[in-house]
């Protein structure tokens, strides 16, 4: 569900800044009111995005805070599975290195 929520906010936020940028590139071409008007919503679309980019961090912050959590709850609930977890990958990632 989450993972569902960073990427529709990602997408939203990529679709944002298409739209900011199409709107400045006609803001450039036209004069006046009108060059007033598109840069205006343009800078709208650009709040919105660093709104959300915004929202996109604490959502992550939060996952990752979960995330430490979970594991420290794990490894003081189990703490000789989390030392053979962790020997075992160490070994591992020794042999890998050794073989080169």
């Known amino acids: 569900m989450l993972d ?13 800044m298409k ?15 009108k060059s007033e008007e598109l840069q205006a919503k343009a800078m709208e679309l ?3 995005a660093i709104s959300d980019a915004q929202h996109l961090k604490e959502i992550g912050a939060e996952k990752g ?7 420290d709850s794990y490894v003081h609930e189990h703490p000789w599975q989390a ?9 591992l990632i020794g042999m890998l290195i050794g073989r080169r």
Do not use: M
Request: hydrophobic residues 50%; glycine residues 6%.
């Open 65 to 71: 805070k979960r995330i430490a959590q979970d594991a």
């Open 4 to 16: 569902a929520n960073i990427n529709a906010v990602r997408d939203d936020l990529k679709t944002l």
């Open 46 to 48: 650009l709040d919105r």
């Open 19 to 33: 739209d900011a940028q199409l709107l400045f590139t006609e803001a450039a071409k036209v004069s006046g009111s």
């Open 83 to 91: 030392i053979g977890v962790a020997a075992a990958a160490g070994a």
